[in-house]
């Protein structure tokens, strides 16, 4: 039997395949008819045809052949030549342990790993090399000084020997550039030295230290992180001259910065001038206690703040006596605002028009007069600080208060339970205004808690615009009660209204009178306008003594309220929890009691 894949098994089934379609093709033409002659001169070129592609095939095999072998020779060389440069004495070649039993084929991938290996470590080796010498011409470059060779292309790092890329050459080249290095490394350190010493003299001076050490060497101030720092002997002298310069400007200026500092602390001294004045030169106003040596904060000796100095300096000297009035003016303002704001009443004795005569007058210093507002404004901050949890609540029960006053003309409007447009959204308003006013009560009695254990811990009352706290609002639940308790008396009286306006229907009959009929509308027109408990509203000069006096209000009943006639004040609506007035009621109550017969009235 014949093995499957040798050439001879490949020939038989060749010629069986042949022999096949050539049996096919003589039955076709007989079935087409074709001559015997005709039948032969096909058969001839059809043997040409394949002694053609056979000759083909033969060449490229042996061309393929012929390439495949000048490659393997190719290699050899390639590889030879990588050893000898790479200094590499001997290697394991595949092909030599068996060079006879392998094909063409075989051996060129045998060989090729080895080949790719040696050209890698080629290209290592020549990475190596380039890196190391441009260091080394670059830091060359840098120690010598020639600024024309920085930052551009190392031309002698591109021209690489390649033919010696051994190992010990590498170290040579290592071993030359480390010496650089150190050199560099000590060169660099004293440059970064004479650097930071000019930067903290430019600080301090105020001059700008790019130009300044640009004017030394460009490459002292880096604006391209690629740029390589000019470490030569002329850098090195001139940062030296360039420190000497700066000390001899420091010296000057720190003197002339001396004396303009003395001056204006003569004036300050003399015109009293408040911290708050002194604060805008307090950097500058310690210099006179330094030495030169220890002055580092930036731009102090600048020519700018030295002028800023000496301005200050006339600036003083032309408004000594108008200066000290509109500072004492303008503190006294801010001490105003602050009890304004804390609802506190401000000291009287250092008001703006009592200040403004007596500096006017020059019985008192104004020196003094500014230090008792400063006094009173520190200690009027410390106090709001403490009764701001107070104030706070005070607020919000304003604002319930103020939400009492809406719900109560909401209740009023007849109205209120139409689907016109926004009633829904009043609608929404009037229950959270609900909640907001039941919790009133106890928003009051929790004010009052704190308000007295705030003055337990103070020992003093609470004051709110010059009234004591807890007595408005002992005040206001009082007047709250009585409220209710009319409110409760309007409803028992509405109801005995309603029983006598029965008992005369069983009597004379469901058809009113005239008179009855315009009394009973009169009453049926106040029915809805039962007030709330009181809510605040503007101080009014007809105020009853019915209203609810709320902090607001109180302070425009107080004899001392002084700066806060202006003030925001609130006081809450009189009392008018029953709508009709008083002759209103009585006409009234007449129309029902007086026209029946056993009217007390008609005794």
């Known amino acids: ?6 050439p001879t098994s490949l020939c038989f089934r060749t010629n069986t395949t042949c022999n096949a379609l050539l049996r096919e093709l003589q ?48 290699t050899e060389a390639e590889i030879a030549s990588l050893m000898a440069a790479l200094g590499v004495l001997s290697i394991h070649s595949p092909m030599k342990s068996d060079k006879g039993s392998k094909s063409l084929k075989e051996k060129l991938a045998a060989v090729t790993p080895l080949l790719e290996d040696l050209r890698l470590q080629k290209d290592e080796r020549v990475k190596q090399f380039v890196d190391t010498k441009a260091q080394i011409e670059k830091m060359s470059g840098e120690i010598s000084g020639y600024s024309d060779q920085l930052n551009k292309p190392m031309l002698g790092s591109l021209t690489l020997d390649e033919q010696d890329l051994t190992l010990r050459k590498l170290n040579e080249y290592q071993t030359h550039l480390r010496s650089l290095q150190k050199e560099k490394s000590d060169r660099l350190n004293k440059v970064l030295d004479y650097v930071n010493e000019v930067h903290a003299l430019c600080s301090v001076l105020g001059v700008d230290f790019g130009q ?94 030295i002028e800023q100095v000496s301005a200050e300096v006339d600036h003083f000297n032309k408004l000594k006596s108008s200066r000290m009035k509109e500072l004492v003016m303008k503190r006294r303002s801010e001490l105003e605002n ?42 009027i901050k410390d106090e709001a600080q403490s009764r701001k949890e107070i104030i706070d609540r005070i607020d919000r029960w304003l604002s319930a208060c103020e939400e009492e006053n809406w719900l109560e003309e909401y209740n009023q409007d007849e109205n209120r339970y139409s ?24 928003m009051v009695d929790n004010l009052i808690k704190k308000t007295l254990l705030w003055e337990d811990e103070t020992q003093k009352s609470f004051l709110y615009d010059g009234v004591r706290l807890v007595s408005i609002l002992e005040d206001y639940k009082l007047t709250r009660k009585q409220q209710e308790e009319e409110k409760k008396r309007y409803r028992d009286h509405k109801k005995m209204q309603a029983l006598l306006l029965n008992r005369r229907e069983s009597i004379y009959g469901s058809k009113p009178s005239p008179r009855r009929s315009s009394s009973v509308k009169k009453s049926n027109r106040y029915n809805g306008n039962v007030s709330v408990p009181p809510t605040p509203r503007r101080n009014s000069a007809g105020a009853t003594n019915d209203e609810v006096m709320t902090p607001r209000s109180y302070s425009s009943h107080h004899p001392q309220n002084g700066y806060f006639k202006e003030g925001r004040r609130l006081s809450t609506a009189p009392l008018n929890f029953v709508a009709i007035p008083k002759e209103d009621s009585a006409s009234t109550y007449t129309s029902v009691y007086g026209s029946e017969p056993d009217s007390p009235l008609q005794n």
């Open 1 to 6: 039997m014949l093995e499957t894949g040798s």
């Open 27 to 74: 039955k076709i033409w007989v079935d087409i008819g074709e001559s015997d002659a005709e039948k032969d001169r096909m058969l001839m070129e059809l043997e040409k045809e394949c002694l053609q592609i056979y000759r083909r095939k033969v060449d490229e095999a042996a061309k393929s052949k012929a390439q495949l072998h000048q490659a393997i020779v190719s």
């Open 419 to 442: 689907t016109g447009r926004g009633g829904h959204v009043n609608l929404k308003h009037a229950e959270r205004a609900r909640v907001t006013v039941n919790k009133i009560p106890s």
């Open 212 to 305: 300044t050490v640009c004017e030394v060497h460009p490459s002292l101030h880096r604006t391209d992180h690629e740029q390589s720092t000019n470490i030569s002997d002329s850098t090195l002298d001139g940062l030296q001259h360039m420190i000497q310069k700066l000390k001899t400007e420091r010296k000057l200026r720190f003197q002339k910065l001396k004396d303009v500092v003395g001056s204006l602390f003569e004036l300050w001294n003399l015109m009293d001038t408040p911290q708050e004045e002194r604060v805008k030169f307090a950097r500058v106003s310690y210099v006179v206690r330094l030495s030169e040596s220890d002055i580092t904060e930036p731009s102090i000796l600048s020519t700018e703040t």
């Open 338 to 379: 602050i009890c304004r704001l804390a609802h506190i009443e401000p000291d009287t004795s250092t008001s703006l028009e009592k200040s403004t005569a007596l500096i006017d007058s020059g019985i008192v210093d104004p020196s003094e007069l500014l230090a008792n507002i400063e006094t009173q404004i520190n200690k």
